[in-house]
């Protein structure tokens, strides 16, 4: 953004846009998270139950891993 930009995002929003982009940022890696956490409990879960294999649980664990590094490395 040039300087008259921000000004003006400042003047309208009353915080930086750096301010804002960092509160995305962290909101989107707090649901991230959670959603692995809810991911992981519910394939513990269904492991504990019967219904999957132990390989099936780590499998889904270890996606839903990844998926959240991907995620991270870009919202960084």
Same mark, same amino acid.
């Given at each position: 953004?040039?300087?008259?930009?921000?000004?003006?995002?400042?003047?309208?929003?009353?915080?930086?846009?750096?301010?804002?982009?960092?509160?995305?940022?962290?909101?989107?890696?707090?649901?991230?998270?959670?959603?692995?956490?809810? /991911?992981?409990?519910?394939?513990?879960?269904?492991?504990?139950?019967?219904?999957?294999?132990? @390989?099936? !649980? !780590?499998?889904?664990?270890?996606?839903?891993? /990844?998926?959240?590094?991907? !995620?991270? @490395? @870009?919202?960084?």
């Amino acid at each position: 953004m040039t300087s008259v930009q921000e000004a003006a995002f400042r003047a309208g929003s009353g915080l930086s846009a750096d301010t804002l982009l960092f509160a995305i940022a962290g909101t989107i890696a707090v649901l991230a998270t959670l959603w692995v956490a809810w /991911i992981s409990l519910g394939s513990f879960r269904s492991w504990r139950a019967g219904d999957i294999d132990i @390989y099936d !649980l !780590l499998w889904q664990v270890v996606r839903a891993a /990844i998926v959240l590094m991907i !995620l991270g @490395y @870009y919202i960084r």
